[in-house]
């Protein structure tokens, strides 16, 4: 019943974004600048966390930093080109947290060998 429920608001709140696209696209750029900002806040705060034990700390620090300067840069684009600008930081997003998630592996597999 709750499946159905949200199947009909969802229904109902695509409506208005059918009917007026750059409206909506507007309004998930300033949500994905806002996510951006965020994830590079919870990055800085998890770098300095990890420094005592984590002898790459500073990568994460730096996507952070990274992330944030993104998320404002974002955030102060014009309409036309915010779009450009998502597409490439989304990407960039990806690899930033890719390169992360290899380093890490790899810490943890030379931790295991120990």
Same mark, same amino acid.
């Given at each position: 019943m709750a499946v159905v429920i949200f199947g009909i608001l969802l229904a109902v709140g695509g409506i208005p974004c059918l009917i007026h696209p750059s409206a909506t @696209?507007?309004?998930v750029a300033d949500i994905l600048a806002f996510v951006f900002v965020l994830i590079g806040v !919870? /990055?800085?705060y998890q770098? @300095? +966390?990890e420094r005592a034990f984590n002898d790459l700390w500073w990568l994460t620090l730096i996507s952070g930093i990274l992330m944030m300067v993104m998320g @404002? /840069? !974002?955030s102060g684009q014009f309409f036309i080109t915010r779009a450009d600008t998502l597409l +490439?930081?989304?990407g960039v997003w990806g690899v930033m947290t890719g390169i992360v998630? =290899? =380093?890490r592996? @790899?810490?943890i597999r030379k931790l295991a060998d120990l």
């Open positions: @696209f507007a309004g !919870v /990055w800085m770098a @300095f +966390v @404002f /840069w !974002v +490439v930081f989304a998630y =290899v =380093v592996a @790899f810490q």
